[in-house]
């Protein structure tokens, strides 16, 4: 389908975005990749009468390393997350994430900002966001803002940016020495969105796994920190027996929706299963 | 309102006055009469409005004209004229990997940027690329044979030019 009509504005600096934003009264909206911005307006999902061009505004690009972090632009494109080598050795769960985003097409448009400011619960760099307790530099005309990857993920397509505020860039802890990795999800056919999806992290101490950040999504509004699990792994080597009881400790961490088609059990079920092979992954590679 | 926008089409720098709401496929089709980026779904699913932008391929239903401003923009119009794909049209031919042609400028599009990136895919890495493209009409098996002679033929000529 064709899209309404609506105004189409450049924004060169970020001063100037917030002005333009506020200047439509709300009825704005900013635009990166545009990937679900212009399906969703053909969709007529939303109609807004401003649509603000955010691509070239210099604070969003680029990924350099800033102290004990690795900053990721927000219009980083999902193709540059995929073959950076940067974000490859200090951030890896985005780039074993990003083969599974889309096709390759829409990767060379869409942007990592972009994708984690829409917050699809089925998305898959919100979930490694939160595996890696990433931070989000967000700005506003009351100035900067981090937020903790945990605090981000609100509901259903709702973050904690506030109106007019713009997301930045995603600031990585840069990791130990040693730290495993594993992402993997289970979707219909290569590039869909996933049915259900794992994202996690380990560090081993003295062979024992001293912590762990596990987290799933695609199984509820937002991407979910698996804390049941993730404590159920800690204090033991990563074994088959550490493994059966962080998927036996899904079951407090999920509540699935209950989808006609896809009841809430099997959804649990994949959970169960992916996780099992996702841990077993990391411990094979230990 | 119109917005005025300069961006390279298949080499030649074109100014148009364009709606902002006007795809880049519309404006290719429409405004410039370049037909063979075709348009199925226009959400991104089917591929067969995939162009080169700035060299990569994207899909032209989803990038707004306006966003083309000062980026290089080459169609299967483009393709044809330079014969860059010629190679890979004719084993497409050869190999039957097409039947109605409606998804096939966009296999083209996917297939010579595949080739482009990496001269030597794997089955799987061509079925990989190929994975945002439908074709309702020939199965892809013939199109992945006609992708992988073309890798190995672009491979042995320019072992012979060595
Ligand atoms: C066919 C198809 C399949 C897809 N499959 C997947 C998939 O499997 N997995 C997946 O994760 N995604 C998938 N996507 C979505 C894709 O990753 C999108 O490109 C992405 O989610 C949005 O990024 P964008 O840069 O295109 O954002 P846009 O569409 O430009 O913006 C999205 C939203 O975020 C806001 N926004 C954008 N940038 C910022 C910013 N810096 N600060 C504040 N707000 C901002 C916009 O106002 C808008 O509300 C798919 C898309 C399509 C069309
Ligand atoms: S028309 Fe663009 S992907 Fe289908
Ligand atoms: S040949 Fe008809 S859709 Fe592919």
Redesign the pocket.
Known sequence: MKLPSFEFLRARSLAEAWALHSDAGGDA????????????MALRLQAPSRLID?SQIAE?HGVELQGDALRIG??T??AEVLANPLIARHAPLLSRAAP????PA??N???????L??A?P????PAAVLAMRAELE?MGPEGQRMIAADDFFLDLYETA?IPG????AIHVPLPPEGRMFGFDEI?RRR????MVGVAAQADLSDGVVSDASVTLFSVGVTPMRATAAQDALKGAPLSTDSIARAQAALATDLDPPDDPGFPAERRLQLARVLLGRVLTRMEAVQ | MKVMLSTTVNGEQVQEAVLPRTSLADFLREDLGLTGTHLGCE???CGACLVLMDGVPV?AC?VLAVQAEGSTIETIEGLNETGAAADLQARFHDRNALQCGFCTNGMLMSAQALLEANPAPTRDEIRDALS?NYCRCTGYEAIVDAIDTTARDRAARTEAAK
């Not at chain 1, 505020?165 to 930045?168: A, Q």
Request: charged fraction near 15%; avoid cysteine; charge should be negative.
């Open positions: 909206v900013y635009l990166s990749g545009g990937h679900s911005v212009v399906p969703s955010i969003l927000a219009m494109r999902h599974h985003v889309a096709h829409i990767r448009r869409g942007t990592i900002g972009g994708n400011a829409l699809d089925a998305s898959e760099f967000v940016l505020e713009v997301l930045t979707a590039g869909d969105y996933a | 959400m991104g699913a899909h989803l945002g």
